[in-house]
């Protein structure tokens, strides 16, 4: 099996180091080198081109949003690119929102147990989002309390989502979120069982099952996780 081939961009020394050592332990995972900062950082990912990028968004020179932006730049559209794992102690909506839309591909907080971290990396190599469950609750929790202000359009109990990526675009045009679709998106997010949502919304757990099946397919997502990322990306919230 081949390893996944990882670069770390991180200006702590001590915790490049600690993160270095943790992914060290697991077999599948190889860490071809890291970099302080990230002019560094970019430079090494162009010329290694690995299949993930671990980069923290507080670096000293240009920040890690920035680094993102510029590398997918250099990138195009490729679906060979490296993929990126944004890595901060940040979980405020504005900070996730600006990593997703600079192109990262999953988003972590620096609390996340090793195992996870590892599993975060190897999802985001596999072509999948991976987001911290709590910070997917802080953003997506303020969908509906910000849906005037979101920029989303309410016509006849749906809501209408202009995507980011064209795949999504034309399914959210023609078939948007509808109102019930985003109250359980919002269960969903906060770590609610099919069951317990059927009992928060009065409904039965086979309506529930279809619901989220719904949601899956609208926002082209593989599991639960992966449509909160793309109900981000699509614009839920601004």
């Not at 920035?66 to 993929?83: D, M, P």
């Not at 989502?161 to 269960?187: C, G, H």
């Not at 309506?207 to 719904?214: D, F």
Request: hydrophobic share 45%; net charge negative; glycine share 8%.
């Amino acid at each position: 099996m081949d390893k996944i081939r990882v670069v770390l961009v991180e200006d702590h020394d001590l915790t490049r180091a600690g993160l270095r050592a943790a992914l060290g332990q697991f077999s599948d995972i190889d860490v071809l080198g890291e970099a302080e900062s990230g002019e560094k950082g970019l430079d090494m990912l162009n010329t290694y081109k690995p299949d993930v990028a671990l980069v923290d968004i507080g670096l000293p020179d240009i920040d890690g949003i920035e680094l993102v932006r510029r590398l997918r730049n250099v990138q195009g559209e490729k679906a060979s690119g490296t993929r990126v794992v944004m890595l901060t102690m940040h979980d405020s909506a504005k900070a996730v929102l600006a990593a997703f839309s600079a192109g990262a591909d999953s988003y972590c907080t620096k609390e996340i147990g090793t195992n996870d971290l590892a599993q975060a990396i190897r999802e985001t190599n596999e072509g999948n989002a991976w987001i911290d469950p709590a910070i997917a609750r802080i953003v997506l929790g303020q969908v509906a309390p910000q849906s005037a202000s979101a920029g989303m359009v309410t016509m006849e109990k749906t809501v209408s989502i202009k995507a980011v990526e064209p795949e999504f675009e034309q399914i959210l045009d023609s078939y948007p979120l509808t109102e019930r679709e985003l109250e359980i998106l919002e269960n969903i997010v906060q770590g609610c069982s099919n069951a317990q949502i059927a009992e928060r919304l009065f409904i039965t757990v086979g309506t529930v099952k279809t619901h989220v099946r719904n949601i899956l397919n609208k926002l082209g997502a593989n599991d639960r996780t992966q449509a909160a990322v793309r109900a981000l990306r699509a614009g839920l919230i601004s």
